[in-house]
Nanobody, 125 residues
Framework: EVQLVESGGGLVQAGGSLRLSCAASGFIFDGYYIGWFRQAPGKEREGLACISNRDGETWYADSVKGRFTISSDNGKNTVILQIDSLKPEDTAVYYC??????????????????WGQGIQVTVSS
C-alpha cells in the first residue's frame, strides 16, 4: 500500500522557516516524482514544487521560487520542503503527492496518483 505521510507543520511566526517532511512507503521511491501542494481556506489547491527521485531534477511554481526548496533523501525515502521567509499568506494545509509518470508542470497541476493526508501550517503575523 502506497503511503505518504507529512510531518513538520505547525504554528510559525512570519519571517521564520519551516521544514516539512514527506515519508514515503509502499513503492519504489527512487522511481517516482514526489512533490508538495497546499490549499488555503477558500482557495484552490496550488502545486508548489516537485522532484524527480530518478535524477534529482526539480520544478517550482513561479510563486514560490526563491523561498521554497525541495530535496530528497532516497536512502530515507523522504522528501523535504524547506520554506524560508514565511508569510501569513503561506498559511494552508500542505500535501505531499507522488506519481510515477507525471513530472514538472503536469505534476504541479495536481492530476497525480498518490496523496498524503495533509498537514496544517499556520504563519502568524
Amino acid at each position: 500500500e502506497v503511503q505518504l505521510v507529512e510531518s513538520g507543520g505547525g504554528l510559525v511566526q512570519a519571517g521564520g522557516s519551516l521544514r516539512l517532511s514527506c515519508a514515503a512507503s509502499g513503492f519504489i521511491f527512487d522511481g517516482y516524482y514526489i512533490g508538495w501542494f497546499r490549499q488555503a481556506p477558500g482557495k484552490e489547491r496550488e502545486g508548489l514544487a516537485c522532484i524527480s527521485n530518478r535524477d534529482g531534477e526539480t520544478w517550482y511554481a513561479d510563486s514560490v521560487k526563491g523561498r521554497f526548496t525541495i530535496s530528497s533523501d532516497n536512502g530515507k525515502n523522504t522528501v523535504i520542503l524547506q520554506i524560508d521567509s514565511l508569510k501569513p499568506e503561506d498559511t494552508a494545509v500542505y500535501y505531499c503527492g507522488g506519481d510515477f509518470f507525471l513530472k514538472g508542470p503536469a505534476f504541479l497541476a495536481g492530476g497525480i496518483d498518490y496523496w498524503g493526508q495533509g498537514i496544517q501550517v499556520t504563519v502568524s503575523s
